[in-house]
């Protein structure tokens, strides 16, 4: 329940609180007063879209704050918590701000939230509904969602699992769909892959080969210039002492100059010799190496030398295939996992196919379901709808909603019409075909009070914005006496400008325009006594007369006897 809301520089409001009471409260005033923007400040508690042309000319921002009454072990109470709200001793305070660059902030108990969440947590407490209702009232998808608004729990959890299934339903569809279209692309990629991985097999190159057999390559091509080189280096080392006059070769010198230096009986020179024969030893492993290199070399035959330049030539043209050495033999692990996983989409596309039937049973079978618990759902809100509507001045209209089968989509299986015959004897036509503007405001009027009962009323908080449009007379006098029954369960809010309607409420408020020629504002007023005696003689008249004020007293006694 709303206890109070405080608006400031909304539209012509420039400043207003309004103290709203359990029961019904009516708003009236002149048009033009401002009572819109009563509703609107209430939108943006709701967390509704804001418009920042609604703002005060001259003002930075609008603000709107409420107070509301909250029961800590109701859900509102959770979802507060949950956004990092706090309500004090059950009073919730819930701000919206409004700048004029268009900027919007909301606060829930205290804490910044986003809209979603003010809309989501308030939307559970406020229900508005104004002329803009009719309109979507006419769609079939609006209709829809009425009747399972209506339907309850059990619709609800239906509708739940039925989108559950169709969006599994959908998934699989759509994977099967993909897989078929893409399946000759497959085909062709597994096609490349296996010619690709065998060419790769048939060589079998090995990481670092390429550097390798390139160096072996030009070494055996280099074979005779190696060969004489690294005999020369052989010879000067270790070469045979000619028995004549011959040079001697580097380790007849070594040895040599060792065996002098050891005959001289000297500690030092000593020392050197020993170093000497380090350097000698060496020198004969050196010699040792590079016999073993001449060889080697020499062993190697011309058909050797073709076998290297092929293999060469046979990674070089794996190099040019596959852009390097490394990316060819990744293609045999890669490679192989991808062929691998190609090859078996036909076992997929079975597996996917037995899952797509199986989705698409559980679908239809949901979807069948849906339809049958819509069919109850809507034979009980004609019966009720109809009732309400014989105590809206409509006692020989009858109000039926028609359920029919159509193609499977998103929502269920069902096409929801809503009819009337607005007389005994016309023929159901569909809502925007058969109702005039004051009826179809009944109608909305009665199905919404068959919504408000099939749900828990506790703390909620019902606003009509103007649904009487297009209503007088009897009829006027009945839906007030219609929305004052449901304020007996909740709070219920009525922006109209019916006196038959506001002379049931609990609490009346007066929207007034105050201000001159340039500057305009709006206040609002509570009335009480003589007061609202003449709010409701204005507006049955125009202009307040002895004739009006003594109906507006009649108007106060007739719904005063009703309440008792």
């Not at 003010?118 to 104004?130: E, F, M, N, P, R």
């Not at 390559?217 to 000067?236: E, F, M, N």
Request: glycine fraction near 8%; include cysteine; charge should be negative.
């Amino acid at each position: 329940m709303i206890d109070e809301v405080r608006i400031d520089d909304l539209g012509v409001v420039e400043s207003a609180t309004l103290a709203l009471g359990a029961g019904l409260t009516v708003i009236t005033g002149e048009t033009g007063a401002g009572k819109t923007m009563v509703v609107t400040a209430l939108q943006l508690l709701q967390g509704a879209r804001a418009d920042a042309s609604r703002v005060r000319a001259g003002a930075d921002r609008a603000e709107v704050s409420g107070l509301l009454q909250v029961s800590s072990e109701s859900d509102v109470a959770q979802a507060v918590e949950d956004a990092g709200g706090e309500i004090d001793d059950g009073d919730l305070i819930v701000t919206r701000r409004l700048a004029a660059t268009g900027r919007t902030r909301a606060w829930l108990g205290g804490h910044a939230v986003p809209n979603g969440v003010l809309a989501d947590t308030i939307g559970q407490l406020v229900s508005i509904h104004g002329q803009s209702d009719q309109l979507r009232l006419r769609t079939a998808a609006q209709q829809r969602d009425v009747l399972d608004a209506f339907g309850g729990r059990e619709l609800r959890a239906t509708a739940e699992a039925f989108h559950d299934a169709y969006r599994r339903w959908r998934d699989l569809d759509r994977r099967a769909r993909a897989l078929a279209d893409d399946a000759e692309a497959r085909r062709a990629e597994a096609d490349r892959l296996r010619e690709e991985i065998e060419a790769v097999e048939a060589v079998s190159p090995q990481p670092g080969e390429l550097d390798q057999i390139e160096a072996r390559v030009a070494r055996l091509d280099a074979r005779q210039d190696l060969l004489r080189r690294a005999g020369d280096a052989r010879q000067r080392l270790s070469a045979d002492i000619d028995a004549v006059a011959g040079p001697q070769d580097v380790l007849g010198l070594l040895s040599g100059a060792r065996a002098d230096l050891e005959s001289a009986g000297d500690p030092d020179l000593s020392d050197l010799a020993t170093r000497l024969h380090e350097v000698e030893a060496m020198t004969q492993d050196l010699s040792g190496d590079l016999s073993s290199y001449i060889a080697a070399l020499d062993d190697v035959g011309d058909g050797e030398l073709a076998a290297a330049h092929e293999r060469l030539d046979t990674l070089r043209d794996l190099e040019r295939r596959f852009g390097s050495l490394d990316e060819a033999i990744a293609l045999l692990n890669d490679g192989s996992a991808r062929l691998a996983e190609l090859d078996a989409d036909g076992d997929t596309r079975e597996q996917l196919a037995v899952a797509l039937a199986e989705a698409l049973d559980q679908r239809d079978l949901t979807a069948r379901r849906l339809s049958d618990i819509r069919r109850s759902a809507a034979q009980r809100l004609s019966e009720e709808v109809t009732g309400e509507l014989g105590s809206l001045a409509m006692r020989d209209a009858a109000f039926a909603v028609q359920v029919t089968p159509c193609a499977v989509d998103a929502t269920g299986a069902d096409e929801v019409a809503f009819l009337l015959a607005a007389h005994a004897g016309a023929d159901p036509l569909p809502l925007a075909r058969s109702a005039s503007g004051g009826e179809l405001s009944r109608v909305m009027l009665a199905l919404e009070l068959r919504l408000a009962a099939s749900g828990d009323l506790a703390d909620r908080t019902f606003v009509f914005d103007e649904v009487d449009s297009g209503v007088g007379g009897a009829a006027a006098v009945q839906i007030g006496q219609r929305l004052a029954r449901l304020a007996r369960h909740a709070q219920v809010l009525v922006v109209t400008h019916l006196p038959q309607v506001a002379a049931y409420a609990d609490t009346h408020l007066v929207v007034t325009k105050v201000g001159d020629e340039r500057v305009t504002t709006s206040d609002v007023v509570r009335l009480d006594g003589e007061q609202r005696v003449h709010e409701l003689a204005r507006m049955l008249a125009g202009r307040v007369s002895d004739t009006a004020l003594a109906h507006a007293h009649e108007l106060l006694e007739q719904s005063r006897l009703e309440a008792e």
